[in-house]
C-alpha cells in the first residue's frame, strides 16, 4: 500500500513521549530529527526497554493505559471527528486550544487513513517579505511558540481509530484567559487615541512642549485628543502657500496687499495692535466678507505668532526655511513607486545627509568663526554654539547697537523700556532680576526660539553684565548638544584615585571612543579626519604620562 501527504509539507520532529503507565526507562522514542516517513507515521513507535532494546508492539494488543479523559496509546474512537472531539474536551479542560494539523489519505481508495490535532501554538511564525506589495495582510501578532504537543489517530483495519502518537508536554503555560476585569473591559471601549499615555502629562518630559502640522481641522482635532497638553499650532508658512490659491485674485490685483498681510500677521505685538491691523487691512481691499480671511481670523490662536511666542517651538524669524518633506525627496530622485526602491534610495539619502551633518559638526567643533566686536558675549557664543546659531546670535549681538534703553523701574527687579534709535514708538519691556538672574523680554524671542534677542543683549551690555548667563544656553544649539557625557567641570568630584573611579573614567572613555570609531568610518574623508585627530590625542597623552609620572615617586612608563 503506497501513501500520499497530500496536505502538509515538510514534517516537523517529534520528541520522546510516554505512555502513562509506562517507567521512564520503558519511554516511546520517536527520530528527534524528524526523519519521518509515510510508514512509520502509520505504524506505532517501538517502545526502548531499559538496556536500549526496540521491541515490537502490536497495535491491535495494546490497550488503553490511561483514564477515559486522559490521550493514551490505544485509546479507540469510531470516527478521526470523535478523536477531535475528545482531544478538545481535554485541552480546554487543560487549558490550551487545538488546531487540524497534517492528514495522510490512502492511493487506493484516496480515504483518510491519519489525522494529526496539534496545540493552537505549535510551529513558528511564517516569515513574510515586507516589501511583496502584492498580498494584503493583517498586521496582526502570531499566537506560535514552537509548542509539540499532539495527539495522531490511524485507521486500523477493523475500521476504527486508535491513538498511535500523542505529546503531552507543552512549551508554554497552560491556561485559558479568563473573561477580562472591568479595567480591561473599560480600555477595549475606547478609542485607539484615548490607550495613548500622553509624554507631556507624565513627569518624565522627553515628551514634546509642541508641535506643528499643516493647516486642517481634523488633525487639530485629532491632536487635541492625543496630545491635550501639548501646545499644537498650524504651520504658519502652509497657509501663507494656502493664501495664494484662495486669495489668487486679491494677490494679482493689489500688488501690495501680500507684504501688507504678511507684516500684520509677523509683527503684531499685541492683540488690540493685530485687531486694528485686520480690520485695517480688510477694509482698505474691500476683503470683510471674504471666507477664507473669516476663517483664518477664527483660528488666528493657532498660526499667528502673537499668540504662541511665549511657548518653545525652536523656530527662528528669518532664518532660512527648512527644507519640505517634499523638497528632500524631489533633491535625491526618490520618485519610485514600489516600497522595496523607495526604502533603498531613501537609506542612501539618509546616509548623504549624515555626512554632511558630521561635516557640519566638524566645522563647528574645528573652526573658528570671525567676530564682529570685542564684546565678552559674542566671544562666549563662539565657543559654544554651533556655526548656524552663532550666526543668528551674532546677527542679534549686532543689532542691539542700534537701541537705546531707559530704565523705568529700579530695585531688585529692575525694568527697562528699549526702544529703536529712529523710532521710539514701539517699546519692549526687558525685566531683570538681580538675585535670580532672570531676565526676559516682552518680545518672547527666548521663550519660543531658545536664544535671547537684541533687546536683551542690549541691556546686558550696557548694565555691564560682560557674559551670557549659562541658564540662556540651551544645550540643544551647542556643540556639544549630542553628548551625553560630563563636561570637564563635572570630572573634578572623580579626581582620586580610587579604583571605583578608575574603573568609571575607564567606562567613560570607552563610550565616547565608540562613538568615535562610528562617526569616523562613515566615509573616506572623514576616516582621515578621525585617524589624524586620534594620533594626536594619543601624542599628547602620552607627552602627559611622561610628564606626570617623571614627577612621581616610583613612577613607571606604561608605553
Not at 578621525?530 to 610628564?547: R, T, V
Amino acid at each position: 500500500m503506497e501513501f500520499d501527504n497530500s496536505h502538509d509539507g515538510e514534517l516537523e520532529p517529534l520528541i520522546q513521549i510516554q505512555a502513562q503507565e509506562c517507567d521512564i526507562d520503558q519511554a516511546i522514542t520517536i527520530d528527534p530529527l524528524g526523519h519521518e516517513s509515510a510508514a512509520e507515521l502509520l505504524s506505532v513507535p517501538p517502545e526502548v526497554s531499559g538496556e536500549g532494546r526496540e521491541l515490537e508492539v502490536d497495535v491491535s494488543a495494546q490497550v488503553a493505559s490511561g483514564g477515559p479523559d486522559e490521550p493514551a496509546l490505544g485509546v479507540e474512537f469510531d470516527s478521526p471527528e470523535d478523536a477531535r472531539a475528545f482531544y478538545s474536551t481535554y485541552a480546554e479542560r487543560i487549558g490550551f486550544r487545538i488546531r487540524n494539523s497534517k492528514s495522510f489519505t490512502s492511493r487506493v481508495d484516496d480515504t483518510v487513513i491519519m489525522r494529526r490535532f496539534v496545540c493552537s501554538k505549535q510551529g513558528r511564525p511564517s516569515k513574510k517579505d515586507p516589501f511583496d506589495l502584492t498580498k494584503k495582510r493583517r498586521n496582526r501578532s502570531s499566537s506560535r511558540e514552537g509548542c509539540n504537543a499532539m495527539l495522531q489517530v490511524n485507521r486500523r483495519d477493523n475500521g476504527r481509530w486508535a491513538i498511535s502518537r500523542c505529546v503531552l508536554d507543552h512549551c508554554h503555560s497552560l491556561g485559558i484567559l479568563p473573561n477580562p476585569s472591568p479595567s480591561v473591559q473599560k480600555k477595549l471601549a475606547k478609542k485607539p487615541w484615548e490607550l495613548l499615555v500622553c509624554p507631556a502629562a507624565e513627569t518624565h518630559q522627553n515628551g514634546p512642549v509642541s508641535f506643528i502640522t499643516p493647516y486642517n481641522e481634523s488633525i487639530a482635532s485629532a491632536a487635541a485628543k492625543v496630545f491635550p497638553n501639548v501646545r499644537h499650532r498650524f504651520c504658519k508658512r502652509d497657509i501663507f502657500s494656502k493664501c495664494k490659491d484662495k486669495l489668487l485674485g486679491v494677490y494679482s490685483q493689489h500688488l501690495s496687499f501680500k507684504g501688507e498681510f504678511k507684516k500684520c500677521v509677523n509683527e503684531s505685538e499685541t492683540v488690540e495692535e493685530f485687531d486694528s491691523c485686520w480690520r485695517s487691512l480688510l477694509s482698505r481691499y474691500n476683503l470683510e466678507d471674504n471666507m477664507w480671511l473669516q476663517e483664518l481670523y477664527a483660528i488666528q490662536q493657532k498660526w499667528v505668532p502673537l499668540f504662541y511666542r511665549g511657548t518653545f517651538f525652536g523656530e527662528f524669524f528669518g532664518a532660512p526655511k527648512l527644507e519640505t518633506m517634499y523638497k528632500f525627496f524631489q533633491r535625491h530622485s526618490i520618485t519610485t513607486t514600489t516600497l522595496r526602491d523607495l526604502v533603498t534610495q531613501f537609506d542612501k539619502a539618509m546616509v548623504g545627509q549624515f555626512e554632511k551633518e558630521l561635516q557640519a559638526d566638524f566645522d563647528s567643533s574645528h573652526t573658528k568663526p570671525v567676530l564682529r566686536t570685542p564684546s565678552p558675549i559674542e566671544k562666549r557664543a563662539s565657543e559654544v554654539y554651533t556655526k548656524t546659531i552663532f550666526a543668528l546670535f551674532q546677527e542679534e549681538l549686532s543689532e542691539s547697537a542700534g537701541f537705546l534703553m531707559e530704565k523705568v523701574t529700579d530695585g531688585v527687579v529692575s525694568k527697562y523700556h528699549v526702544t529703536k534709535v529712529e523710532d521710539a514708538s514701539k517699546a519692549y519691556i526687558v525685566t531683570h532680576n538681580a538675585s535670580s538672574k532672570c531676565i526676559n523680554c516682552s518680545c518672547s524671542m527666548f521663550e519660543f526660539s531658545g536664544i535671547q534677542c537684541r533687546h536683551v543683549l542690549r541691556v546686558l551690555i550696557i548694565t555691564g553684565i560682560l557674559t551670557l548667563p549659562d541658564e540662556y544656553i540651551l544645550k540643544r544649539w551647542t556643540k556639544n548638544a549630542k553628548s551625553t557625557g560630563f563636561s570637564c567641570e563635572d570630572h573634578s568630584v572623580y579626581q582620586n584615585n580610587s579604583r571605583k573611579n578608575l574603573t568609571w573614567r575607564c567606562n567613560d572613555l570607552c563610550r565616547d571612543a565608540i562613538k568615535f570609531a562610528e562617526a569616523g568610518a562613515t566615509s573616506a574623508v572623514i576616516y582621515k579626519v578621525a585617524k589624524g585627530a586620534l594620533q594626536k590625542a594619543f601624542a599628547e597623552i602620552f607627552a602627559a604620562k611622561k610628564g606626570s609620572f617623571s614627577n612621581a615617586p616610583g613612577s613607571f612608563q606604561l608605553f
